[in-house]
C-alpha cells in the first residue's frame, strides 16, 4: 500500500474477501463455516411475503429487501442476533439487487 499513495482515499478501505469457492473448500474447519452469515435478497414485490431460502443444512440468514443499500444492511445486522459473524455469505446477489450507498463520495467510490 505504501508504494501506491492516494489508493486509499480513491478507492475506500480496502475490503477482504475469498475467492467463490471459499465456503465449499472441504478444508475449511467447522468453526469457520459456523460463523457465517447468508444473505438472501428478496425478489421485486416479495416484500414482507419474501420466504428465506430453503437450504439442505440450517444456516443463519439475513433476509433483504430488493435494492437494498448499505444502510439496509447496516440496520438489519445490528438487529439481528449474528451481527458478529466473521464472514457474510452474498450467494448469488446480482448487481441489479444493490440500491448502492447511502453517501455519495462512498457511492462514487464503489462505482469505481
Not at 6 to 22: A, K
Request: neutral net charge; proline residues 12%.
Amino acid at each position: 500500500r505504501a508504494n501506491l499513495p492516494g489508493l486509499l482515499d480513491e478507492y475506500g478501505p480496502p475490503i477482504e474477501w475469498r475467492e467463490h469457492s471459499f465456503l465449499s473448500n472441504p478444508r475449511l474447519p467447522n468453526a469457520v463455516r459456523a460463523d457465517t452469515l447468508l444473505f438472501h435478497v428478496c425478489l421485486p414485490g416479495e416484500g414482507a411475503k419474501c420466504p428465506p431460502p430453503s437450504a439442505p443444512q440450517a444456516r443463519p440468514t439475513l433476509v433483504l429487501p430488493y435494492g437494498f443499500t448499505d444502510e439496509t444492511v447496516k440496520l438489519a445486522l445490528g438487529q439481528s442476533i449474528h451481527s458478529n459473524v466473521s464472514i457474510v455469505e452474498l450467494s448469488g446477489v446480482r448487481p441489479k439487487e444493490f440500491g448502492g450507498i447511502a453517501e455519495a463520495k462512498g457511492q462514487a467510490m464503489f462505482e469505481r
